[in-house]
């Protein structure tokens, strides 16, 4: 295969805005961006200094032929890129994961125009608005237009010639108070278009303008005395300030503007689009992209901003954003709001996205658990300053009732989930005393000297129930081992839910609702379950052993056979003579009957 000679290429593309194309070996076009600056970022992609990740070094490896488009201005190069986008949808760009066919309300075409849903556009010359994510926002807006202006829904031919030769007759739509019969020349064509440039109004945002006129013509009426059209007047404002109120979010002099949010992931990101006018939200929507070269937010919602704006056909010059976006463009204002009414609009629109991003994501999981599983990880590796997934994770905690009885427990998690068959428990050796500390150490250089020795894998995270103390406790038994550098080692007080890295002087805290906090939190509670299941299992048989030792005859060594055979003292004291030297000696058989069943014993001796 031939090498791509980049250079060339190069020297043939001018520092302009634009678009560009990457073409294959076989001639199919495999990526299209866009670009202020079009030799400086095509050459980016082939800058050794520059960091690329590995999807895109696998785009650049098969490019073997660049062709670009240049346009006046950066704004131009974003509508240009999305329209080629969609056209030839190449397999290394971004996808809009789209495929629902929204509804859009029509204003016909026509003398006394209809007005309905469609979810068709035909090129006729008449106008759509929309289209409507949320169909029962449009239903809803339907109703107040059909309760507030009646409108025809005939599909008769209105024309002026028809009209004044008497081919139509009302209907039932008439005698209902749903029309007023244009058909026959009882409503004027002049009064019927004031209704549809109000309803237009309406739609867009810009109902304020219609209530005040409204209420003039309705001064107007009361001093006529013409109390029938007052009345009408009044319940036609009445109706469309209870919408507005409804509807309006923030300060009304917010006027025509666009609001942008994003929330990402590993392999998807979705951003949110809100269109505002006059502190009135009249178009909302989410939409869902699949990443293809690990692209930066910034990048991705430009992608959307271009998208959006060419769906709804907006003109907004401001476009509320979260953050800052490099783009030059005397036309458009971008606002990153720290505070106030802006500020507002743009929380409702991340919470819109974090809400929508959530429930996309709980549908993905449901339908593959493993998406969750490395989701979970992935997520995991950040928040922890991991340079890998914890796979593997190891918890440890200490248990002991006032210096006795010491054990030390460790319950194992893979891939987020308890790993019952790895959980192991030690009984302390070398600590003599309430020495927690010394219990660490002895515990973790048991485990790992004997995973070492098997060698059946290190974890990727151990997890240390306790704050610095028995953190640096563990950590000697790891350099001990000469492994310290080859794990990442946390410590969790109890207390604020403190997490402290070997060798860092303050904690680091996680978010409260945190999926990485509540694995630790599901971790420690599990390891500390676990502990105090076997030292209480451990403390009862001592305290059983030592009840048994009070016998003649019987030491702590057989007191721990005897409970080991039977299991439990109950067993012992209902076990004959005969059971009993299964275990002991006769005459330690006679001295446990005796010393547990006297009265049987003494009814012997007499006879």
């Excluded at 458009?332 to 991003?357: A, H, W, Y």
């Excluded at 006769?586 to 010393?595: C, F, N, S, V």
Aim: aromatic share 8%; proline share 3%; glycine share 4%.
């Amino acid at each position: 295969m031939d090498k791509f000679d980049h250079r060339e290429a190069l020297k043939n593309i001018p520092h302009k805005p634009g678009v560009y194309q990457y073409w294959d070996v076989t001639d199919e076009l495999i990526y299209i961006g866009k670009a202020k600056d079009l030799r400086n970022r095509v050459g980016s992609y082939f800058n050794k200094d520059t960091q690329i990740n590995a999807k895109t070094r696998v785009l650049v490896s098969k490019i073997r032929k660049i062709t670009f488009t240049i346009v006046d201005t950066e704004v131009d190069a974003w509508l240009l890129e999305n329209s080629m986008i969609k056209k030839h949808q190449p397999r290394y760009n971004v996808m809009l994961k789209d495929d629902k066919t929204y509804p859009w309300i029509i204003i016909k075409n026509e003398n006394y125009p209809r007005i309905y849903w469609t979810r068709r556009i035909i090129r006729d010359g008449s106008k759509y608005l929309g289209p409507y994510a949320s169909v029962s926002m449009m239903h809803t807006i339907l109703g107040l237009i059909k309760e507030t202006y009646p409108l025809r829904t005939c599909n008769l031919q209105l024309t002026r010639q028809n009209i004044e030769k008497g081919k139509f007759k009302v209907c039932l739509e008439y005698q209902l108070g749903n029309c007023k019969g244009p058909c026959q020349d009882y409503q004027s064509e002049a009064d019927y278009d004031n209704s549809i440039e109000e309803i237009k109004d309406i739609l867009s945002g810009k109902i304020s303008a219609v209530v005040r006129n409204l209420k003039t013509d309705l001064e107007k009426a009361v001093s006529e005395l013409n109390f029938e059209q007052a009345h009408r007047l009044k319940r036609k404002s009445e109706l469309l300030e209870n919408y507005q109120s409804k509807s309006t979010v923030v300060n009304s002099s917010i006027t025509d503007v666009d609001v942008f949010s994003i929330a990402s992931e590993e392999k998807y990101a979705f951003v949110n689009y809100l269109k505002v006018m006059n502190g009135t939200i009249t178009q909302t929507q989410t939409i869902e992209l699949k990443k293809r070269l690990d692209e930066t937010d910034e990048e991705l919602l430009t992608i959307a901003i271009t998208e959006f704006r060419t769906r709804y056909e907006s003109s907004s010059k401001e476009i509320i954003v979260p953050f800052e976006i490099d783009v030059e463009d005397s036309k458009i204002k971008f606002t990153v709001p720290k505070l106030g009414e802006k500020r507002k609009l743009l929380d409702l629109s991340q919470k819109n996205v974090m809400f929508f991003k959530k429930e996309k994501i709980d549908q993905y999981e449901k339908l593959n658990p493993d998406i969750r599983t490395d989701r979970l990880m992935e997520l995991m590796m950040k928040d922890l300053r991991m340079n890998q997934q914890p796979r593997h994770i190891e918890c440890f905690d200490n248990s002991n009732f006032q210096g006795k009885y010491p054990v030390s427990a460790i319950v194992v998690f893979k891939d987020g989930k308890p790993s019952k068959k790895d959980y192991r428990h030690f009984n302390v050796k070398t600590v003599v005393g309430p020495d927690d500390f010394a219990t660490m150490e002895e515990a973790v250089l048991r485990r790992y000297r004997r995973v070492l020795d098997e060698d059946t894998g290190l974890p990727q995270l151990i997890i240390i129930d306790g704050g610095k103390g028995q953190l640096s406790s563990a950590m000697k038994s790891l350099k001990l081992l000469g492994i310290d550098k080859q794990v990442t080692v946390i410590g969790i007080a109890k207390r604020l839910e403190e997490l402290y890295y070997p060798g860092d002087q303050y904690p680091m805290y996680l978010d409260k609702r945190s999926e990485t906090l509540k694995i630790i939190q599901q971790l420690r509670d599990e390891a500390h379950r676990f502990g105090i299941t076997f030292h209480r299992k451990k403390r009862d048989k001592g305290t059983l052993a030592t009840e048994l030792e009070l016998i003649e005859g019987i030491g702590k060594t057989t007191a721990e056979k005897l409970l080991k055979y039977f299991k439990s003292v109950k067993k012992i004291r209902e076990a004959s003579e005969e059971v009993l030297q299964e275990v002991v000696n006769l005459k330690q058989a006679k001295a446990i009957t005796q010393y547990f069943n006297p009265a049987i014993s003494d009814v012997t001796g007499l006879q």
